[in-house]
């Protein structure tokens, strides 16, 4: 009786996130933003410095930071970005000057870029009346800008009470467990947290490096939005080669159309190519190694099933739920080798890899 109660419980709250998953952003983020600075509060806390004055110390950086950010970086960013975009209706001129016709004297294949150019148009037209009508909503009701604040206000503020009483959380989870399945849930959860919370934080400064780097190549063979691809480019490589393909094709479009020359494409695939040696050789084996073991393969379909099911935040959280699944598959197929049903009615448990050298007799 108690299992289905358990049961329809779990149920139960996995529907009920479902339908307040709207509301669950900022907390869904302030969990996430606890869960990093943990550790270091931890050990704040061991050298004396209390939690209440631990979190603050690394609020306080973490906003000085975000200001440096915002007052250096982010103009250049838009600035840049507002240049990317201003490219594409350049890159159409080219298709249609120099492409289609050297497509056509080269094989006979007549194309037309005219029909494209319109569907383009069309689409930018919708795109701009439907943000145009949703912000004209905006402004008539403030609902939704009304609630996108407070969802901006209410990040931190519960990010720093969780980080504060991060212990005291977690001791009343224990407290739930089922007392005969503690040692084994507690063994779980901390393999699971060693490796997902060495992942996340690995996996952060992976893609910070990678945006540093191309950043800073894309900028010195003379590229005008080298920091905006460089940047978008590292944020996205959480996804295995998704960023380095995407900032790939946008830096070739940004530099053709910037130096009309076809040689400075090799500075770009030459800087890829570095920040690509430099993230294998170097980035993922300092700050991530071998934490989750996932195939490149698996990874994007872990992503994709995460962004078709939950949107943004399945994407975001696709990598770290499983790596937490890996640690409980692991547990599942150990207690499945253990079982009578693997060994068979009358077989002993064997150790991995025992029961196939052959006998000497």
Known sequence: MMRWMIGIGVVGLLVLTYFLLPILSPFVVGFIIAYLFNPLVTRLDRHGVSRTWGTSLIFLGGALVLLVALVALIPVLIEQTVRLVRVFPQLLDIVQQRIIPWVTQTTGLELHVDQLRALVVSHGETIAKVVAGGLSNVSATGTAAFIALMNLLLIPVIAFYLLRDWPVVIARVEQMLPRHRVDSIALMARESDSMLG??????????????????????????????????????????????????????????????????????????????????????????????????PVAVIFAVMAGGQLFGFFGILLALPVSAVLIVLGEHALAAYRESRYYRGKDERALPPGDGDEPVEG
């Open 198 to 295: 060495n992942f996340l934080r690995g996996q952060l400064a992976v893609m910070i490096a990678n945006g540093v780097t191309y950043s800073i190549g894309l900028t010195l063979i003379g590229l005008e939005t080298g920091i905006a691809i460089g940047m978008f480019a590292g944020l996205v490589s959480f996804v295995p080669y998704l960023g380095t393909i995407i900032g790939i094709l946008l830096a070739l479009i940004a530099m053709y159309i910037q130096a009309d020359s076809l040689w400075p494409l090799l500075l770009v695939l030459g800087v890829f190519g570095v920040g690509q040696v430099l993230e294998t050789v170097a980035w993922q084996p300092r700050f991530v190694g071998n934490e989750i073991g996932m195939h």
